[in-house]
């Protein structure tokens, strides 16, 4: 499966910048007489691209895999110090090699054209003296997966993860969860200050980046970085009051019945996550290996080839899915381009939402297989709001086959409701991030204290009215902390919620005619970047729109399907 190369040798090692810069310098100095020479040159230019990005994506994976290795994070860092800034300048050579190609009108338009735009960009935005700002954001930012990595808390003699500690959230005896909720949160609050100064450490380089590239905030600026071309950062504020509007009423009614169901005079943090009729957490599956082998047969009922791609990335040891200490946190699923097989990673322990996870990468991954045969680098590498369009809609899609998790009927209804809910609480949550980031930047020179304010004005905001975090203020001030794209992918994060919305509408036309559903899904899926996001999105079968009453349908049809469980 692995792509043959035609222009870096198939045994090539890099062990230092000397060994790329032949390549490099091959795809500066030739001469394009031709169009045919200009694809040529465009394609080899993509392989290299695809070797050096796969090169550092196993560095990168190795590290997470094991944040207490320091021979991985040295292996890391020397990509990111020694690799990096050396593409990042022949980059901008190579783009302004081709802006200036004088073969570049005679390239098919509906084929390049969605790359060249891209192009054009990345030249707009260029600036040299940025080269060894985002080094150095790249080396910090990884400081917060080392922190986030080594937190563990102690309960009942077994030193555990924090996320195999949330499990016990679950639990029927309300002690239990509110035990295990402290315990989190005073390991957490020990990293306060740590983490405060990274992210203050972060904002001051970011705001450089962005004022190097002639803008006056980071906001701006990644809304340009991050290539949204389809919308406008108004259309994303309209899209938080949209979500304020029509989710936010349904989450606090979810939750006020939830409390009455469990008799509480309040509804405290700790209570969110165990059954409202106290039934005993769902327990999906035992360890990873048990994951991987019903997410097959899941994925195999949705469409078999679906499977297939799953059982070649086991075949492959293309999975990390087991909790353990010294493993970053969170979950990803890694796209390969020169191995055409992605990478999972995630840190199950056992309970719903890593379920949940697994189908979420697993719709990431079926995306890699899907897009893999596109010629150029340029069309693979997707747009946040295409990307997490396949893995959201992938939740909802194989929801429809749970029953290959949980034999037991009302195990399986509590999972479907369990995962619905979620669906409606996380969109809050997106526009809380997402709001919170376009503040923090807006304000780039704030102290720690002011970062606070800023966050419980969005989390009173966008949170839910009913839960009571009296005698918790101080946990929720710094909620934030948690949530790793605000540390290493700023700004990557509104993409999930406009994906939701997609997601809910793929589900919507799969339960009216699964078979059409899924050819448009797949239809979408390999074009990879190809077309703008809004003709991707119509030849998913559904809309590129987040106006409030688009929002407030899907939102009906989402209610009417959690009434039904």
Known sequence: MKIKRNFIPQDFILKNKADILPFLKDLKEREINSVEDLKNWWADKSE???????????RYIKMTCNTEDEKLAEDF?????????????????????LLECSFLNELDKETYDIALR????????????????????????????????????????????????????????????????????????????????????????????????GFDNYRDYMHQALKRFDYSIDDVISFHNSIKETFLPLVNDIDEKRKQKLAFDTLKPYDTAVDPDLKPALKPFKDGNELIDKAIEVFTKVRPQYGEYLKIMKENSYLDLNSRKGKAPGGYNYPLYESNIPFIFMNATGNQRD??????????????????????????????????LASMSMELISSEYWDV??????????????????????????????????????????????????????????????????????????????????????????EYGIAQLGAVAIWRNFKNNPEKALDDYENALKLGYSKPIPEIYKTAGIEFNFSKEYIAELMRFVKQELEKL
Not at 48 to 58: N, V
Not at 406 to 415: G, P, Q, S, T, V
Not at 433 to 439: A, H, P
């Open 118 to 213: 891209k192009v054009k960009r990345s030249k707009e935005l260029f600036r040299k003296e940025n080269i060894p700002l985002f080094s150095e954001l790249q080396q910090k930012e990884r400081e917060f997966g080392s922190i986030s990595g080594a937190m563990t808390v102690t309960y009942k003699g077994e030193e555990m993860t924090l996320q195999k500690a949330g499990n016990f959230l679950k639990d029927t005896d309300r002690r239990v969860r509110k035990e295990i909720f402290e315990l989190i949160h005073e390991r957490r609050i020990q990293d306060v200050e740590k983490l405060d100064a990274l992210l203050s450490y972060l904002i001051e380089k970011r705001q450089k980046v962005a004022e190097n590239a």
């Open 77 to 97: 860092n020397f990509f990111v110090t020694e690799i990096e800034p050396l593409v990042s300048e022949y980059a901008d050579i190579f783009d302004e090699k």
């Open 405 to 494: 998790f949980y034999d037991n009927e009302d195990d399986l209804k509590r999972a479907k409701r369990t995962h619905l809910e979620g669906v409606l609480n996380v969109l809050p949550w997106i526009a809380t991030v997402d709001k919170f980031q376009q503040l923090l930047y807006l304000a780039p020179h704030h102290t720690a204290e002011e970062r606070k304010d800023i966050w419980m004005q969005v989390i009173n905001e966008f949170g839910s009215s009913v839960v009571d975090w009296s005698a918790y203020e101080r946990y929720r001030s710094v909620l934030w902390q948690k949530q790793m794209h605000i540390f290493e992918v700023p700004f990557y994060y509104i």
């Open 355 to 388: 379920l949940e996870t697994m189908m979420h990468e697993g719709g990431h991954a079926v995306h890699s297989f899907l897009s893999s045969n596109l010629e150029l680098v340029d069309f693979k590498e997707l747009p946040s709001e295409v990307a997490e």
């Open 48 to 58: 290299a691209e695809a070797f050096l990005e796969e090169d550092m994506a196993w």
